[in-house]
């Protein structure tokens, strides 16, 4: 599953998968970005995949969802060099009982981005000349 990251201009990015693209950096300093910053984009995929999840998870139970909308909001350590914690309120409009909207929820903690981030992977970054 591999996501391949190219140079667009000097501080703006783009990352490439299965034909789609996501543009993220800014040229500099001073300048605005350029698309999202680039740890936004990683609070967005978590929230668009919890999303999706918790979609997902509705509908094989049989709920009749009319709309669904989040907002993650995102605690930084005081250093402002990574999140401490991740709160995500999801906003279903649904005619659902107390315990189906449980099932979707456990279902919605579960995803992929979720499940990765809780199992701390290993992770290795290498660089070389070309």
Aim: negative net charge; aromatic residues 6%.
């Amino acid at each position: 599953m591999p996501v391949n990251i190219t140079q667009v201009d000097r501080g703006v990015l783009k990352a490439e998968y299965n034909g789609f693209e996501v543009i993220a950096g800014r040229p500099s300093e001073d300048e605005d970005y350029v698309g999202m910053p680039w740890g936004v984009v990683m609070f967005a995929g978590l929230g668009l995949c919890t999303v999706s999840r918790a979609l997902d998870q509705a509908e094989l139970r049989g709920i009749k969802v009319e709309g669904i909308s989040a907002v993650v909001n995102t605690k930084l350590h005081k250093s402002g060099r990574y999140a401490e914690a991740f709160n995500i309120d999801i906003e279903l409009k649904a005619d659902v009982p107390e315990d189906k909207l449980k099932e979707v929820l456990y279902e919605a903690e579960h995803c992929f981005a979720q499940n990765t981030i809780r199992n701390q992977p290993e992770m290795n970054v290498a660089i070389k000349l070309v």
